[in-house]
């Protein structure tokens, strides 16, 4: 069955507006995970790291203040879009590491996707 | 720096056809290689990696895939394709085998006609 979870599986929202995506890590303890985009076409581009109780580590050219992530817990890691605009509709995949489960990868969401208006 | 290129967005095969999608990359350090595979609506799930063992990666539902450094390609095979192998294919190249840092390629979506 799945290991992470990712909600909403798609959003539309208005320009302005902020959205949140939640990561879940089911039945399992990630001590880190990981922010993805995906545009059309392309490959996923990693967004930022993030580790439980602390600040995440964002890729360079990725703002920090307009994608905010928050780690609160072992099982939980959500992403805001700030003030979204239509440049920031795309797919937005999370995935998270795991210790002791094999095999030892990154186990992905099933992405979110945003569209915004 | 590494990249990763996956030459050909779509290939389409015949069920029971050799299935063969190609991966070349770049590195400046020894790689890790890996190939993800994701299903419609769900997340990507490794089917093999290379972590500089054997050259010959055995994963999944059949697949295999050969690290030729010399041609710095890792593509993905299947002898005999089924219908449920239809999905996208993602390589990926990492510098650690933890799966940190990946690198992802374009992608590739494979058809199974039958």
């Known amino acids: 069955g799945a290991v992470v979870s990712q909600h909403p599986s798609w959003v539309i929202c208005k320009s302005g507006t902020s959205v949140k995506i939640e990561c879940r890590s089911l039945d399992f303890q990630a001590t880190t995970m990981f922010w993805y985009r995906q545009f059309p076409k392309q490959s996923l581009m990693l967004m930022a790291t993030?580790?439980?109780?602390?600040?995440?580590?964002?890729e360079q050219g990725v703002e920090k203040d307009k994608f905010l992530i928050n780690h609160a817990s072992l099982t939980l890691s959500t992403l805001t879009v700030t003030s979204a605009h239509p440049e920031d509709s795309s797919f937005y995949i999370c995935s998270a590491r795991i210790p002791g489960l094999v095999p030892e990868t990154q186990y992905f969401g099933p992405g979110t996707r945003l569209l915004v208006l | 720096a590494q990249s990763v290129t996956q030459l050909g967005s779509h290939v389409s095969v015949s069920e029971g056809a050799l299935v063969l999608l190609r991966c070349n990359y770049s590195?400046?350090?020894?790689?890790?290689l890996f190939w993800y595979v994701q299903y419609p609506n769900q997340g990507l799930q490794l089917l093999l990696k290379y972590t500089s063992a054997a050259t010959l990666v055995k994963g999944i539902n059949g697949f295999e895939a050969e690290f030729k450094k010399s041609e710095t390609s890792f593509h993905l095979t299947k002898p005999s394709a089924h219908m449920s192998d239809a999905a996208e294919y993602f390589c990926?190249?990492?510098?650690?085998?933890?799966?940190?840092?990946?690198?992802f390629g374009t992608g590739t979506r494979l058809q199974v006609f039958p």
């Open positions: 993030s580790n439980e109780g602390s600040k995440a580590t964002y």
């Open positions: 590195s400046s350090v020894p790689p890790y």
């Open positions: 990926a190249v990492s510098k650690s085998s933890n799966t940190d840092k990946l690198i």
